[in-house]
C-alpha cells in the first residue's frame, strides 16, 4: 500500500479475507434497491475513489483512494495516539438484476497519528477473481469503523475485451502512484500500463464541441456522439509504459488497435474541473434557465462576474442574501453534476445533470444494467415526477445515458425553471 503526503505512523492492512462462493445466493437484488445516497454529497459522505484493471485472464485488481480527513480519529486516553479504521468490502455479482455472489474480498486498514492535525490520502488495493469473457458488477461498501458511516460503490467490470479500457492502468510518470481519476484540468503527464505485450498504442484526439442536453419535452433524441477525430498520433513504450501530455483540453481516446475503438479514455476539461472557479466558468449552465437574447448577453459581457452578479440578484429582487443562497445552490448542483454524471462531457451538460441541477436529488433512484429510473415525490404515487434514463453503448464512456423525452415534461420545466428566476430554490 503507497502514502501519499506526508508521513505519519500508518499500520496499513490489518486484516484481509478473500472468500469465494459457488452458487451463492443473496436476495438482496440491486435493481430492487432505492439507491439514492449514490449521489449524495454533504459534509457527512465519504468520497472513496476507485480504478480497477485485469492483471490477467483470471484475476482482476482494484485499487482505492480514501481521504483520511473523511474518517473519524479517536483516543480512548488523553495519553494514547488519535486511532481510525476503515474497511472495504467487495462483492461480486454478474449484473444489478443477479443475486449470485461470484466473489468477495474485505480490507480492513487501521490509521494512527499523535496528532488530530489534517490528515492526506492512503492508497491500497485488493485481487478478485474475475474470469475473461465476461461481465461482472462489484459492489463495494466503504465503512468509517469509528462512526459506521458507510458509503456505497458500483463498478461495472468489463472483461470480455483484451484492449478495453480496464486493461490499463495510468499512473504518474514521476512517482509511478496510480491515477484514479481520468479528468484532468491542467496539462498533465501521464504513464499509460498494460499487462499485454503491446509495442504501440494509437492515440485520437478529439475538441470538446459537445452541445449541452435539451430541455426533458424537446423532440431531439440524444444519441452517444459519432465525430471524426481532429488528430491522432501514436506512441510507443519506454521502460514498460507509454508516456504522453495531454496539452489541450478535449478527449484523448487511447487504443491498441488503430482499427478498433475499443480503449481508454482521458479528458482534459477546463480548469479546476470538477468545481467552479472561475467568473466564466458560471455563464454556460445559465443556458438551462436563461433566455436567447439574456443568455447573449451573458456570453458577450466583458465583465461576466458582474453580468453574473446582475443575473441572480435581478432573481432574487434584489436581495443580496437570496442572491448568494441561490448561487450557492445552483452552482454547487453543477459540482455535483460534474462529479457524477461526467461521460464524454462535463455532468452538468448530461440528461442527467440537467436534471438534477434543475429540480435537485430526486427522492428514489432505481438502476437496472440498462438504465435509471428518478422518482420526485412519493414512490408509486400518481402526483410524482419520474424520469427514466437509458443507458448508452459509448467507445469513450461507461457513465453515458439518454433522457426519454416526453412533452409532458413541457409544463413541469418551465415551473421549475420560474422558481429559479423567482429566486426560489426548485
Not at 21 to 39: E, K, M, P
Not at 60 to 71: A, D, M, P, R, T
Not at 193 to 201: A, G, Q, V
Request: with cysteine; hydrophobic share 35%.
Amino acid at each position: 500500500m503507497m502514502k501519499i503526503g506526508r508521513k505519519i505512523f500508518f499500520s496499513g492492512i490489518v486484516a484481509t479475507a478473500l472468500f469465494s462462493f459457488f452458487a451463492c445466493y443473496t436476495t438482496n437484488r440491486i435493481s430492487d434497491q432505492n439507491i439514492v445516497d449514490t449521489y449524495k454529497n454533504d459534509e457527512h459522505t465519504l468520497h472513496p475513489e476507485f480504478t480497477l484493471v485485469h492483471v490477467n485472464d483470471s484475476i482482476s485488481q482494484l485499487y482505492f483512494k480514501i481521504n483520511e480527513n473523511e474518517l473519524l480519529y479517536e483516543r480512548k486516553n488523553l495519553a494514547d495516539s488519535f486511532s481510525a479504521a476503515v474497511r472495504f468490502f467487495c462483492r461480486v455479482t454478474i449484473n444489478y438484476e443477479s443475486p449470485l455472489i461470484m466473489d468477495s474480498t474485505s480490507t480492513v486498514l487501521n490509521f494512527q497519528s499523535t496528532t488530530n492535525n489534517k490528515k492526506e490520502f492512503a492508497v491500497g488495493s485488493m485481487f478478485l477473481k474475475l474470469n475473461r469473457g465476461a461481465r461482472y458488477l462489484l459492489t463495494v461498501s466503504t465503512v468509517d469503523l469509528m462512526n459506521k458511516r458507510n458509503q456505497i460503490t458500483y463498478i461495472e467490470a468489463n472483461k470480455m475485451n483484451a484492449y478495453g479500457k480496464q486493461n490499463f492502468l495510468v499512473c504518474d510518470p514521476s512517482s509511478g502512484h496510480v491515477i484514479f481519476s481520468p479528468w484532468f484540468d491542467t496539462t498533465t503527464s501521464v504513464a499509460i500500463k498494460s499487462f499485454n505485450r503491446l509495442n504501440k498504442l494509437y492515440v485520437r484526439f478529439y475538441r470538446n464541441k459537445f452541445p449541452i442536453a435539451s430541455p426533458p419535452f424537446s423532440d431531439d433524441d440524444y444519441a452517444s456522439p459519432q465525430i471524426n477525430a481532429d488528430s491522432s498520433f501514436s506512441i510507443s513504450p519506454r521502460k514498460g509504459q507509454f508516456t504522453f501530455s495531454l496539452k489541450s483540453k478535449g478527449l484523448y481516446h487511447i487504443m491498441a488497435d488503430s482499427n478498433d475503438m475499443t480503449g481508454l479514455t482521458l479528458f482534459r476539461f477546463d480548469e479546476s474541473f470538477p468545481n467552479i472557479t472561475q467568473a466564466y466558468q458560471m455563464i454556460a449552465p445559465l443556458r438551462y434557465i436563461s433566455a436567447n437574447e439574456e443568455f447573449q448577453k451573458l456570453k458577450d459581457s466583458k465583465n461576466p462576474k458582474q453580468e453574473i452578479d446582475n443575473f441572480w440578484l435581478t432573481a432574487a429582487g434584489g436581495n443580496k442574501d437570496r442572491a448568494r443562497d441561490l448561487i450557492r445552490n445552483y452552482y454547487n448542483r453543477i459540482q455535483d453534476a460534474n462529479r457524477y454524471f461526467t461521460s464524454y462531457l462535463e455532468g452538468w451538460k448530461t440528461d442527467r445533470g440537467m436534471i438534477y441541477l434543475i429540480f435537485g436529488p430526486p427522492n428514489s433512484i432505481y438502476r437496472s444494467s440498462t438504465g435509471e429510473t428518478w422518482t420526485y415525490g412519493e414512490e408509486r404515487n400518481y402526483m410524482a415526477l419520474t424520469f427514466n434514463f437509458n443507458k448508452l453503448d459509448n467507445a469513450f464512456s461507461d457513465n453515458d445515458y439518454a433522457l426519454q423525452h416526453e412533452s409532458a415534461y413541457r409544463n413541469l420545466w418551465y415551473n421549475a425553471v420560474d422558481l429559479w428566476r423567482e429566486g426560489r430554490v426548485y
